[in-house]
């Protein structure tokens, strides 16, 4: 994290406790995959130049360096537990109004397939999600 992550990252991992600071590692390292995707970049773009905030309980905040031309509002975002051990992070470009919605489903290839709860506890979306909800 120290190699690749920004400041604010690096620090939240430093102050959280041990048992939980891997998981939280996973929940940036995924959500920074999923934007570097969204934006067809590869690594081209270095970690450290767009910082993740998940110290707010169930939401997603978003910082981007200027040098990317890009805005955080651009962008949702949301980050699960599936399946008990399966961590997944999605982006996809926001569009105006944000009637976004994500399901899940569990699929068994040629045999069956069902809409899939995923624990409120595990789920965190984008602040800008959750405040044009609310």
């Not at 045999?111 to 909800?133: C, N």
Request: aromatic residues 8%; glycine residues 4%; hydrophobic residues 40%.
């Amino acid at each position: 994290a120290r190699s690749y992550f920004g400041p604010g990252e690096v620090n939240a991992l430093d102050r959280l406790a041990p048992e939980i600071r891997e998981r939280r590692f996973h929940e940036y390292w995924t959500l920074k995959e999923a934007y570097i995707k969204a934006r067809g970049m590869e690594l081209s773009i270095a970690l450290d130049q767009f910082c993740f905030d998940l110290d707010t309980d169930g939401a997603i905040g978003l910082t981007i360096d200027a040098s990317l031309d890009d805005h955080e509002s651009n962008w949702n975002f949301w980050s699960a537990i599936v399946a008990e051990r399966f961590l997944i992070a999605l982006c996809c470009q926001r569009h105006d109004p944000c009637t976004q919605e994500v399901i899940v489903r569990e699929c068994i290839p040629l045999v069956s397939h069902r809409g899939k709860a995923v624990p409120s506890s595990t789920l965190r979306t984008s602040r800008l999600l959750v405040e044009s909800v609310a």
